[in-house]
């Protein structure tokens, strides 16, 4: 079987775990080959570090794509995360337009805010061009924040307490059934956490869940997407492709042994997404 290929637009962030310092060693080790579109370039992220470097990578991405395409370079999935601009929104639109085929997932991880707040450098103008950008996705992961966002709701409206509201929330987020949805953030229990999944293929919802790891841990949401987006593109259903996202982060989470600033310990367990994949293949 031929490795998977997937295009990752996000931004990378020289130190402290989050983006692209996931993605690659994410992907890779689940045996899919990842193809960085990086927006920008900053000597850290920004939670927990102050004064970083940023470089503004915006005028490198349709060269990029163009040369991609000159060379009839063909993608399993396009995977995107965090956006600096409208102008990176409408590029990668743009990307996925041209490299869209029948066999290429779209998985876009709508990066725009948490805990009820967007991030501080989302205007309005900009939650509402992600939210065009979502328009074209096969599958999104929102957390909550995002979820109200997406939807010009009120974050206090947005309640996933019981199983009928997140399933009435993550059926809105999937515009008429026409894409998936992994819903973050969903706690039934107060010992788990995990994610609702609305499936567009066959219209079933399903809840995964893992052990609730007390603390805040920084790239979290873009190793759960990573994990999803490697599992999908390996041929798992989604949510085989979701729990395993769930409990890999929980594990990483309790693994943690570096300052929370610095993201997730997950490098030494890596090795257990590969091994994952597999029994699930021959299961």
């Given at each position: 079987m031929p490795v998977p290929r997937v295009a990752a637009i996000h931004d990378l962030s020289c130190f402290g775990r989050c983006s692209l310092t996931i993605v690659i060693p994410?992907?890779?080790?689940?045996?899919?080959?990842?193809?960085?579109?990086?927006?920008?370039?900053?000597?850290?992220?920004?939670?927990?570090?102050?004064?970083?470097?940023?470089?503004?990578?915006?005028a490198q991405l349709e060269p990029i794509a163009s040369h991609w395409k000159a060379e009839g370079v063909i993608f399993d999935a396009?995977?995107?995360?965090?956006?600096?601009?409208?102008?990176?929104?409408?590029?990668?639109?743009?990307?996925?337009?041209?490299?869209?085929?029948?066999?290429?997932?779209?998985?876009?991880d709508p990066v725009m805010g948490d805990h009820g707040t967007p991030y501080r450098t989302y205007t309005p103008a900009m939650c509402r061009?992600?939210?065009?950008?979502?328009?074209?996705?096969?599958?999104?992961?929102?957390?909550?924040?995002?979820?109200?966002?997406?939807?010009?709701?009120?974050?206090?409206?947005?309640?996933?307490?019981?199983?009928?509201?997140?399933?009435r929330w993550?059926?809105?987020?999937?515009?008429?059934?026409?894409r998936s949805v992994v819903l973050k953030g969903v706690s039934l229990t107060p010992e788990a956490l995990g994610a609702v999944c609305f499936d567009h293929k066959t219209g079933q919802?399903?809840?995964?869940?893992?052990?609730?790891?007390?603390?805040?841990?920084?790239?979290?949401?873009?190793?759960?997407?990573?994990?999803?987006?490697?599992?999908?593109?390996?041929?798992?259903?989604?949510?085989?492709?979701?729990?395993?996202?769930a409990s890999f982060t929980s594990d990483c989470a309790r693994y943690q042994g570096t300052p929370c600033r610095e993201g997730l310990d997950f490098e030494p367990l890596l090795w257990r997404l590969g091994k994952s994949i597999e029994e699930e293949r021959h299961a």
């Amino acid at each position: 079987m031929p490795v998977p290929r997937v295009a990752a637009i996000h931004d990378l962030s020289c130190f402290g775990r989050c983006s692209l310092t996931i993605v690659i060693p994410t992907l890779s080790a689940m045996g899919v080959q990842c193809c960085p579109l990086p927006t920008a370039c900053l000597s850290t992220h920004t939670g927990g570090f102050q004064n970083n470097t940023f470089l503004d990578l915006t005028a490198q991405l349709e060269p990029i794509a163009s040369h991609w395409k000159a060379e009839g370079v063909i993608f399993d999935a396009v995977y995107t995360g965090f956006m600096s601009s409208q102008e990176q929104m409408a590029l990668t639109a743009d990307f996925i337009r041209n490299f869209k085929h029948p066999n290429c997932q779209i998985i876009i991880d709508p990066v725009m805010g948490d805990h009820g707040t967007p991030y501080r450098t989302y205007t309005p103008a900009m939650c509402r061009a992600m939210a065009e950008l979502a328009s074209l996705a096969d599958v999104i992961t929102p957390n909550r924040t995002e979820a109200a966002l997406l939807l010009s709701e009120n974050y206090e409206n947005i309640h996933l307490d019981t199983e009928s509201d997140c399933r009435r929330w993550c059926e809105a987020l999937s515009a008429g059934g026409r894409r998936s949805v992994v819903l973050k953030g969903v706690s039934l229990t107060p010992e788990a956490l995990g994610a609702v999944c609305f499936d567009h293929k066959t219209g079933q919802t399903d809840f995964v869940s893992a052990s609730r790891i007390p603390g805040q841990f920084h790239g979290t949401g873009d190793l759960f997407a990573s994990v999803l987006t490697g599992a999908l593109v390996k041929n798992l259903s989604l949510p085989e492709a979701a729990q395993l996202a769930a409990s890999f982060t929980s594990d990483c989470a309790r693994y943690q042994g570096t300052p929370c600033r610095e993201g997730l310990d997950f490098e030494p367990l890596l090795w257990r997404l590969g091994k994952s994949i597999e029994e699930e293949r021959h299961a």
